[in-house]
């Protein structure tokens, strides 16, 4: 992603006016109850990804059926933005395809987190999304499967 | 608890040099406690460099007419300023952009002649500028890299340095003062050990410099490594102290202008010291501000700006205890630097420095560039760290303890 997806305008850690708050209630809540919280052995995207500046670390798991989702979840550390937008994309991949997967975009994130994100919050809201997109792509490696 | 005396420093005037400091944040005040990071800068130093470009802006050492003779004058001055501070001779400072590439440029010269199964030595506590080229080196050159460990007060465990400084050891790389936990290490002490070995002694002092007293002789290392802007000086420029008869040993690392006396198609000569070390042409103006950071940390007085640090640091670890944060810093204050790092238990870093920013308050989150301290040794995944410098106030910190209050009420954590 390139810096300039932003308005120019924008504080690089704007944390929304009062109408648009980013520690909301049901942020909050998903950092503090992880949903989807766990491990699947058996499971046939697994991946990790680091973000390095803040030490966010995203371990996503998600478990395909006849070519759907029938289970996500996910460990891993850090801060409340990222750990609650992993949790409910984690609620949001269930019954999806890998072609719904990978239509997924921000926009879907900040749609589910119900906030805009300045610069510097998008690397954490948007972790988990990279962590699945980098993980569906070495899954269609593994199959063969070219883009 | 000491009681700070009036005599120490007079901060409200120091702090007008800081125009920064006036500047609203989110509509706060700003509150700057990220020193560790980078110094703010105060006047007279924006002053020298903007001087250089407005009144002498003109390169150094090859052009004779006036603004050129004067640039070349006040750039080399700026060196003098320099060994001056440290108690070196003006040949053996050599300008590079910061203490990372100083650290680099050892890494590359000193590494030239080791051979297969050579040790290095840093330490546990060790920034990724004083680790990673290290590491990568020794990779390619199959050296071996050995840490010193650190004890449960967060100093350097010397006798563990003892044990593993033995006669393989060919460099010994540590840490004056540790960016993360603060600790002031015992440098003298290490660098014999060192030198008893037959090795090679450097000190990356990024953190050392801008808070203590240095004299390079007195700590007898044969290399010393730093930034400018953490010590009132802008970015870009750094220092990279060598002793003469070793400096004059080593070959030059980057090879062009400036650094050479002769040239032919075949062969070159290398230009004197400290110049066979600075190719290209240099942060002119960075260099003339790191001079003016000098000046103005002497006119304060380095015994004094410890002496004050001290307290504040005192004060700044007496006011987190009391909101049950946890510390990861020394216990005795005399090996203490003002950086403290924290956590506060149900809350990452991040989210504790996005909600102090609303405060105004700036410190800094995350790994702080030291990696495999935080993650491997203090076994965390993030901290959060406030870093003093002689500018801050008790007044700010108390600014600090608030905001760490409201934030862990927007966590709901009691």
């Not at chain 2, 406690?33 to 470009?53: F, H, K």
């Amino acid at each position: 992603m390139k810096n300039t997806d932003f308005d120019d305008n924008m504080d690089p850690n704007w944390l929304g006016d009062e109408e648009e708050e980013i520690y909301r209630e049901n942020i909050i809540d998903h950092f503090k109850n992880p949903r989807n919280y766990g491990e699947i052995v058996e499971a046939e995207i697994k991946h990790s990804e680091l973000n390095s500046i803040c030490g966010d670390i995203i371990r996503l798991f998600v478990k395909l059926e006849r070519g759907k989702v029938i289970d996500a979840k996910f460990k891993g550390n850090g801060c409340a933005i990222s750990m609650a937008a992993t949790s409910m994309l984690t609620e949001k991949l269930k019954g999806k395809t890998l072609e719904d997967i990978k239509k997924l975009t921000k926009e879907d994130v900040f749609e589910m987190l119900g906030i805009k994100l300045g610069i510097v919050r998008m690397k954490c809201g948007l972790l988990c999304l990279n962590t699945l997109m980098n993980g569906v792509k070495i899954l269609e490696d593994k199959n063969g499967i070219k883009n | 608890m000491k009681i700070k005396p009036d005599s120490m420093l007079d901060v409200g005037k120091i702090r007008k040099d800081f125009s920064i400091l006036n500047k609203m944040i989110n509509g706060k005040q700003l509150i700057y406690l990220d020193n560790g990071a980078t110094s703010l800068t105060p006047e007279p130093v924006i002053g020298a460099m903007n001087e250089y470009y407005g009144e002498y802006n003109a390169n150094v050492h090859r052009s004779i007419h006036s603004i050129g003779e004067r640039a070349t004058r006040e750039y080399e001055k700026a060196h003098e300023k320099v060994a001056r501070f440290i108690n070196a001779d003006f040949e053996e400072i050599i300008f590079t952009k910061g203490t990372t590439e100083s650290l680099n440029t050892l890494a590359y010269c000193l590494t030239k002649r080791l051979k297969e199964g050579d040790v290095i030595i840093l330490s546990e506590m060790e920034h990724h500028s004083n680790l990673v080229p290290w590491q990568q080196l020794a990779k390619e050159k199959k050296l071996i890299v050995k840490y010193i460990k650190i004890n449960e007060d967060f100093e350097l465990d010397l006798e563990h340095a003892k044990k593993i400084i033995d006669k393989k050891t060919k460099i010994v790389s540590v840490t004056h003062v540790s960016n993360v936990l603060g600790t002031i290490n015992d440098v003298k002490k290490i660098g014999e050990l060192a030198h008893d070995a037959g090795a090679i002694f450097i000190v990356d002092s990024a953190q050392g410099i801008p808070h203590l007293a240095i004299d390079v002789k007195k700590i007898d290392c044969d290399f010393f490594c730093f930034s400018g802007h953490k010590m009132l000086g802008p970015t870009g420029i750094g220092v990279l102290y060598g002793k003469k008869e070793l400096l004059e040993k080593l070959d030059p690392f980057l090879f062009g202008g400036e650094m050479i006396k002769e040239v032919g198609f075949e062969d070159s000569k290398w230009n004197n010291l400290p110049w066979k070390f600075e190719a290209g042409t240099p942060n002119i103006a960075g260099g003339i501000g790191l001079g003016a950071a000098i000046d103005y940390l002497n006119k304060i007085g380095t015994e004094k700006i410890r002496e004050y640090e001290e307290y504040l640091t005192e004060y700044g670890i007496k006011r987190l205890n009391e909101i049950g944060v946890k510390i990861y810093c020394p216990k005795n204050p005399k090996i203490r630097s003002g950086v403290i790092s924290f956590k506060i238990n149900g809350m990452h870093a991040h989210d504790v420095v996005a909600l102090l920013d609303r405060e105004g308050v700036a410190i800094r989150g995350g790994h702080m560039c030291a990696m495999p301290l935080v993650t491997k040794v203090l076994n965390e995944n993030s901290l959060c760290r406030a870093s003093l410098y002689f500018y801050n106030t008790p007044e700010e910190i108390d600014k600090l303890v608030g905001g760490i209050k409201k934030a862990k009420e927007v966590f709901q954590i009691i």
